[in-house]
């Protein structure tokens, strides 16, 4: 599957929902020594492991 590309309005929606999530008990999806949610989960995003689909509206 293809990485999608995102802006960084999506970008940061995308990393504070995974963030919540983590911050909540989510397992963690990659190795990571970081212990905040936000870290973890942007380390998470540039590794591409997040299953978060973005659908954009029709231009």
């Known amino acids: 599957m293809a990485q999608q ?3 960084r309005y999506e970008k940061a929606r ?3 929902a995974r963030a919540l999530q983590v911050s909540y008990g989510a397992p963690v999806l990659v190795e990571s020594e970081q ?3 936000i870290l973890v989960a942007a380390e998470e995003y ?5 299953p978060f689909t ?4 029709q231009q």
């Not at 540039?46 to 997040?50: E, F, K, V, Y």
């Not at 973005?54 to 509206?57: D, K, L, N, T």
């Open 14 to 16: 995308i990393i504070g």
């Open 5 to 7: 590309e995102h802006n």
């Open 46 to 50: 540039d590794a591409g492991a997040l």
């Open 54 to 57: 973005v659908i954009r509206g």
């Open 35 to 37: 212990s905040e949610p």
